[in-house]
């Protein structure tokens, strides 16, 4: 086993600088060592600019590198299982940015071949739910286990930012797009780390675009959890609620919210109040350390997890939980989970 984790780069996306290359640089224990793209000329030009010293011509050579023991993938939704099921095929770990893939059906082939690649031979799989890695996302389930907000009664998330350009790659139905899947995962998988478990979609309302009537602009959904604990998401990248990135847990004796739980590493703020006695509530704010940030944590995590044998928060299995909710959302809500048929 080498001490330095060799990582390939499938594409060269917006999202990369900030979620692999900068925190490589911080990270002695890892390199980012090639980049593939479609277009050759976008690859040599985003490897000159990052200093990445190997450029391959397509996916499928940078995945036959044996100088790469890995690979990060960042591609559009809906080539997430496509490449993943490759790299593992390849013998390569994956760090496959989220949503992991276009739908649960999806997540479940690859967790299967993930379970087995890593029986096999070590492989890891992780999904790139970076905030899930930060110290903060540990103080918010370290709260709500220690019972201090009583019986666990009702969650609310919400995700939710503007994304005007209407050709971005986000709305489109083909690559597995809509604000469900690009926001909205993060309302999920916060109010399943919060909830403790995975929660029936009980209701959903989704806003669509005018020019793709599948794709969802915003939406609204309701939940229950095995617990008997009830649950509210909101996630949009296009409405009247233009930027919020809170979540909440309401319990018998007390509730915590948090805000923005998704990227505390530029600010963030946590709140608990609770009662000690029917006329003694009490209040407190508290901050966690900003820094390390997400992404360098959950670089951190992923290589630990290879290099060392770390759990994986994150894993394949996961993924097809949260999958599951956002399948529950689309088909409550009217609209067809994102790769499968449905009228354009």
Not at 95 to 113: G, I, S
Not at 119 to 130: D, P, Q, S, Y
Not at 311 to 340: F, H, K, N, Q, W
């Amino acid at each position: 086993m080498t001490t330095t984790l060799r990582i390939g780069l499938l594409g060269a996306a917006t999202i990369a600088p900030a979620a692999l290359i900068k925190p490589a640089r911080r990270n002695p224990r890892v390199t980012v060592t090639a980049v593939a793209a479609r277009d050759r000329g976008r690859a040599e030009a985003f490897a000159r600019k990052h200093d990445i010293p190997v450029v391959h011509s397509d996916y499928e050579a940078l995945l036959t590198d044996p100088q790469i023991d890995a690979v990060y993938i960042p591609l559009p939704n809906a080539l997430h299982a496509h490449w993943t099921l490759k790299a593992l095929d390849a013998g390569k770990h994956v760090l496959c940015e989220k949503p992991f893939t276009a739908n649960r059906a999806e997540a479940e082939q690859v967790a299967e071949a993930a379970d087995a690649a890593h029986a096999r031979t070590g492989l890891i799989v992780m999904e790139a739910f970076h905030y899930r890695h930060h110290a903060l996302s540990a103080r918010l389930l370290e709260i709500v286990r220690s019972g201090e907000l009583g019986t666990l009664r009702h969650i609310e998330a919400e995700v939710c930012f503007p994304l005007p350009r209407f050709d971005d790659i986000r709305y489109d139905y083909g690559l597995a797009g809509g604000a469900t899947m690009d926001a909205g995962c993060y309302a999920v998988h916060v109010a399943r780390l919060l909830g403790g478990a995975t929660p029936e979609v009980t209701a959903a309302h989704l806003l669509t675009l005018r020019k793709d009537p599948r794709i969802d602009r915003a939406m609204e959904a309701e939940l229950a959890f095995p617990g008997g604990a009830t649950g509210r998401l909101r996630a949009s990248m296009w409405s009247r609620r233009v930027l919020s990135i809170r979540a909440r847990a309401i319990g018998s004796q007390g509730e915590l919210t948090v805000t923005n739980f998704l990227m505390p590493q530029l600010h963030h703020r946590l709140t608990v109040r609770t009662t000690s006695g029917p006329d003694r509530p009490t209040t407190r704010h508290e901050r966690v350390a900003r820094q390390p940030s997400s992404y360098a944590c959950q670089l951190s995590a992923f290589a630990a997890a290879v290099l060392d044998g770390d759990p994986v928060l994150t894993s394949a299995r996961d993924a097809v939980e949260t999958m599951g909710v956002i399948d529950g959302i689309y088909r409550t809500g009217g609209l067809p989970p994102r790769g499968e048929a449905g009228p354009s």
